[in-house]
C-alpha cells in the first residue's frame, strides 16, 4: 500500500507531538521559555509556519502562554494540570485549600500503606532541605522544599490519578506558600505526617495531613 503524502495538518500534529514529549520528559518546566520559532522548526524537522500553528493550539489547550514582544513560555506540563489551572483562576485561595484537603488528607492515608524505602528517603532529604531554609534564611529554598514535600507524599500513595490532579496546584500552591522568616511555624505538623506515613499508620497520616491543612490560612 502506497504512503500517503504528509499534509499540512499533520505536520502540525508532529510538531505538537514533538513539543509535548519536551513537556512530559521534564525539559521544559513550568516556567520556562521555550526555544524560537527558528530553532524549534530546526528541532523539529518542520517550518515555521507549522511551529506557529503548533504553538497556537497549545497555548489554546493552556500549556504554553505567548506573551508579545517577550516570547512564549510553558504554562502547565500536561492537559489535566492546564484544565486546573483554568479552573484555579475562578476560584479563591478558600477554595483551594478545600480540594487539597480532599485529596492531601485521602494521599497520606494512602502513603502510610504503600510507601516505599525509596519514598521514605526522598521524604527524609526534602525534610533536611526544609529544615536547612529556614535556617539560612532562604524563602524560595523553602518553598521549593514545601511544595516537593506535598508532592511527595501524594507521589508515595502510588496513584497516578491522584499524582495527575495535584500536579495540577502545584503552582498556585507554590504562589500561597509565604517565605517563613526565621522560624518555620508548621515544623511539628509537617514532622508528624512523615512520622504516621513512616509507621504504616494510614489513620495517623489523615489525621495528621488534616491538622496541618487546618494551620494553613486561606
Not at 170 to 177: F, G, N, P, Q
Request: charged letters at 25%; one cysteine or more.
Amino acid at each position: 500500500m502506497p504512503l500517503a503524502p504528509t499534509t499540512p495538518a499533520s505536520l502540525v500534529d508532529q510538531a505538537i507531538a514533538g513539543m509535548r514529549a519536551l513537556l512530559a520528559s521534564g525539559e521544559w518546566e513550568v516556567g520556562t521559555r521555550v526555544p524560537p520559532e527558528p530553532a524549534l522548526a530546526a528541532a523539529l524537522g518542520v517550518s515555521r509556519n507549522t511551529v506557529r500553528e503548533a504553538v497556537k493550539a497549545l497555548a489554546h489547550l493552556g500549556l504554553l502562554q505567548v506573551r508579545r514582544g517577550d516570547g512564549t513560555y510553558v504554562a502547565a506540563t500536561t492537559d489535566m494540570q492546564a484544565l486546573m489551572r483554568k479552573q484555579l483562576d475562578r476560584v479563591d485561595l478558600g477554595h483551594l485549600l478545600e480540594v487539597r484537603h480532599a485529596i492531601e488528607v485521602r494521599a497520606a492515608a494512602l502513603a502510610a500503606e504503600r510507601r516505599t524505602d525509596d519514598d521514605l528517603a526522598a521524604l527524609d532529604a526534602i525534610m533536611v532541605r526544609r529544615r536547612a531554609a529556614v535556617g539560612a534564611g532562604d524563602g524560595p529554598a523553602f518553598v521549593d522544599a514545601d511544595v516537593d514535600f506535598h508532592c511527595a507524599v501524594v507521589a508515595a500513595a502510588h496513584n497516578p490519578l491522584l499524582v495527575e490532579l495535584y500536579d495540577g496546584l502545584v503552582e498556585t500552591l507554590r504562589a500561597s506558600i509565604e517565605d517563613p522568616g526565621v522560624a518555620d511555624v508548621l515544623a511539628a505538623e509537617h514532622d508528624a505526617v512523615l512520622a504516621a506515613v513512616r509507621a504504616g499508620d494510614p489513620a495517623a497520616a489523615a489525621s495528621a495531613s488534616a491538622e496541618l491543612l487546618e494551620h494553613v490560612i486561606p
